[in-house]
């Protein structure tokens, strides 16, 4: 068995003849031009010629809908799997004539070759997989979120009879595994920016909890480009080359290796062999492999303001008018209707404000079991103060991107007080820090642009 390396959560693996290729970002950026791969690589796509192609989840880095269209345009015929009913609509749009919705823990038998969905308990519909041919394991986990090392052993031992592979309760042959404990949001909820023991420690105690042979980072090369890269002093605590020596210092057995666009690991009975650019017919490294992604330095010092950098070219006035229209139409109204769930008697102070280029409009809304009164004025006494980017909140209303690429891009930024005192003490409202979502919910958002790209290919 071989794993091809494309970049960032990319992979191409070839066992008994048969192509799998996971997670397909062949495009240079993703989530609306926020990031970037790296190091900068161009995929070679007519050598891919995967038969089977795998989308683990609906995240635009993963599930990218003009790489799933060059691919179906190539070969319709390529069966595609995947967690998600939206990405299994979108792929039938595209043109793909076999896509199946697989179930986590679910075994999938490709002509000796066997698949097992593995699950993952983080809010988002996915799952990770394990490939195995001729008793050999390699667990791809993806973006796979674990409540404990119970889980992972719980999923190997499972694997262990769904798979008919008993000795992978002894061992993983090979670990793409999750690694990077991303901050990248942290500092726009108003969230404290030390460094995360407790989350990275976890992430190590997991890696060892599977017993694996050999390791490499999955969804590993990835930065924000300008305006944006101010965010990759926050994203990345944890450089790679540090993570693969804290991996052999966690499992000092474990073989740990880099992971190039570019390279391969071939794995079988004996073990993995990395060979650094033995997939370069596949994919053209643009600028030279680094072993660590940049940035290469975590400096959570300092968050410069909101910017409004208005990529779609909204003419002046529009945006606003679009957006001050939205404020008084959806999120008003959408807040007065989840008053009663916020368990407060007082009213609610919810400002929004809107950064364009060369001007700023803020609105407070009062939310009270009377209703939702709109002022064009900042509140100082604010109970939740949403602060925005306005083309890009206009983009998220129009579809044209969704609440992901704006949070991403460090262009929202949330906060709140939100309590009720009482003679018993202070309650925190039950309310949400991102209230803008309230009008718009985060997955809808994601359906809209979906849909938007959809037809803008059409």
């Known amino acids: 068995m071989e794993w091809n390396y494309l970049g960032h959560a990319g992979w191409l693996c070839v066992a008994n003849g048969l192509r799998i290729l996971f997670d397909p970002l062949l495009e240079k950026t993703h989530h609306g031009g926020v990031f970037e791969v790296v190091p900068r690589r161009t995929v070679n796509v007519a050598a891919l010629r995967p038969d089977f192609l795998i989308v683990s ?35 039938q749009r595209l043109g793909f004539n076999k896509v199946h919705v697989a179930q986590s823990l679910e075994r999938i038998n490709l002509d000796g070759v066997q698949l097992l ?5 983080a809010d988002a519909v996915e799952w990770g997989m394990m ?119 966690r499992v000092p057995s474990v073989r740990a290796f880099d992971a190039p666009p570019g390279g391969r690991y071939v794995v079988d009975r004996s073990g993995a062999v990395f060979e650094p650019r033995g997939a370069t017919q596949l994919v053209h490294v643009e600028e030279p ?53 916020f368990r407060v008697t007082e009213p609610l102070s919810f400002v929004v404000d809107l950064r364009f280029d060369g001007a700023e409009d803020v609105y407070a809304i009062e939310v009270s079991s009377s209703g939702a009164y709109v002022r064009a004025r900042f509140d100082p006494h604010w109970d939740l103060l949403n602060v925005i980017s306005g083309s890009q909140l206009c983009a998220v209303i129009e579809g044209r991107a969704c609440w992901g690429d704006v949070l991403l891009s460090g262009n929202l930024r949330a906060f709140e007080r939100a309590y009720a005192v009482s003679e018993q003490g202070l309650a925190r409202a039950n309310v949400g820090v991102t209230f803008l979502y309230y009008a718009l919910p985060y997955e809808e958002s994601f359906q809209h642009f979906v849909m938007h790209e959809l037809e803008k290919g059409a």
């Open 289 to 341: 492999a680094v072993v660590t992604p940049p940035p290469d330095e975590w400096r959570p010092a300092s968050i410069p303001e909101v910017r409004d950098h208005n990529p779609w070219n909204y003419a002046p006035g529009i945006a606003r008018e679009r957006c001050a229209r939205w404020i008084r139409e959806s999120l008003a109204p959408a807040l007065a209707k989840s008053y009663p769930a």
């Open 117 to 121: 969905t593995t699950p993952s308990y």
């Open 57 to 91: 989840h609906a995240h635009t880095d993963h599930f990218d809908i003009p790489s799933l269209r060059r691919l179906a345009r190539m070969d319709p015929d390529t069966v595609l799997i995947t967690s998600d009913r939206l990405v299994e609509y979108a792929a």
């Open 131 to 249: 490939v195995e041919h001729e008793s050999v394991v390699t667990w791809n986990q993806v973006d796979t979120i674990h409540r404990s090392p119970m889980d992972v052993r719980t999923t190997v031992d499972y694997a262990a009879q769904g798979l008919l592979v008993p000795s992978i309760s002894d061992r993983v042959d090979l670990l793409l595994a999750r690694w990077q404990p991303l901050c990248e949001i942290a500092p726009m909820l108003g969230e404290k920016s030390a460094f995360a023991h407790k989350s990275y420690g976890a992430v190590l105690d997991e890696i060892a909890a599977a017993r694996p042979l050999a390791v490499v980072p999955g969804s590993a090369g990835g930065r924000h480009v300008a305006p944006f890269d101010w965010l990759n002093h926050f994203s990345h605590p944890v450089p790679m080359k540090r993570f693969l020596a804290d991996v052999r210092s």
